[in-house]
């Protein structure tokens, strides 16, 4: 079972940029997808990023397209994302996941969870 820690959050003015990473222990890092997802209070979780195991395919929820780069250094077991341009509806708990197989925006498709970072967005 993958163990998964993210680091970065914060808070920020809006217009700012922070950086979360995850990192995740195990062998297999590289051999699956990996995402970021986040839940603001009271909302349902959604899905912010996704990459490929190799890095080369990327996936984004149209909210974030422009401003947040994910990445990912399989010899450093861990994943990155750079979000720029903050804005107050960013904040939210950040969770990095493993997908099961392939590159999914789907929750279900997920199936190793982090404990999240919170990010706060001030306006």
């Known amino acids: 079972q993958v163990q998964l820690v993210e680091s970065g959050g914060g808070l920020v003015q809006a217009g700012g940029s922070l950086r979360l990473s995850c990192a995740a222990s195990g062998r297999t890092f590289s051999s699956y997808a990996m995402g970021w997802f986040r839940q603001a209070p009271g909302k349902e979780r959604e899905f912010v990023a996704a990459i490929s195991w190799k890095g080369t395919g990327t996936y984004y929820v149209n909210s974030v397209k422009g401003r947040f780069t994910i990445s990912r250094d399989n010899a450093k077991n861990t994943v990155y994302l750079q979000m720029n341009s903050l804005k107050p509806e960013d904040t939210a708990v950040y969770y990095c996941?493993?997908?099961?197989?392939?590159?999914?925006?789907?929750?279900?498709?997920?199936?190793?969870w982090g404990q999240g970072t919170q990010v706060t967005v001030s306006s």
């Open positions: 996941a493993k997908a099961r197989y392939s590159i999914t925006s789907t929750a279900s498709d997920f199936g190793s």
